[in-house]
């Protein structure tokens, strides 16, 4: 079925990171705030962490109101290209990672063992000796 609105990539979109001329993407849609920036309550700084990548999660997570979320539909220019390839650097994290940030951290708990228990065994050892004096 044809689509009735421009077609950007993320990578078309990711380059529209600005204060002077900023993109963002939320649920599939192409958004161009750039003249929104100064009034967004949040500030625009909020606003252009989320360019460059999908910001859907980022925008869900700040309990935008229905009136914002029908302000942000007045900003649309387009759908994103979902039939062209992520750019590596922009993809968010996947299950994939996930895993390997678990196996990373266990990695981490085996290695830095000794801190914990020396911090233990000097907490005995005081104790012992605090008790010893009295």
């Known amino acids: 079925?044809?689509?009735l609105t421009k077609l950007?990539?993320?990578?078309?979109?990711s380059q529209h990171n600005t204060k002077d001329d900023c993109w963002i993407v939320i649920d599939g849609k192409v958004y161009d705030v750039t003249s929104y920036l100064d009034e967004h309550p949040?500030?625009?700084?909020v606003v252009l962490e989320s360019t460059g990548k999908d910001a859907?999660?980022?925008?869900?997570?700040?309990?935008h109101s229905k009136s914002a979320k029908e302000l942000l539909q007045?900003?649309?220019?387009?759908?994103?290209?979902t039939s062209s390839p992520i750019i590596p650097e922009l993809e968010i994290s996947s299950k994939k990672e996930a895993v390997k940030?678990?196996?990373?951290?266990?990695d981490?708990?085996?290695?830095?063992?000794?801190?914990?228990?020396?911090?233990?065994g000097i907490s005995v050892v005081v104790g012992?000796?605090?008790?010893?004096?009295k």
């Open 56 to 63: 859907t999660d980022d925008f869900e997570d700040a309990g």
């Open 108 to 120: 981490l708990t085996k290695q830095y063992w000794t801190i914990p228990v020396a911090i233990v």
């Open 42 to 45: 949040g500030g625009d700084d």
């Open 74 to 81: 007045s900003f649309c220019i387009g759908e994103l290209d």
């Open 101 to 106: 940030y678990s196996e990373k951290l266990m």
């Open 128 to 133: 012992f000796l605090y008790l010893h004096k």
């Open 1 to 3: 079925m044809p689509t």
């Open 8 to 13: 950007y990539t993320m990578q078309e979109a």
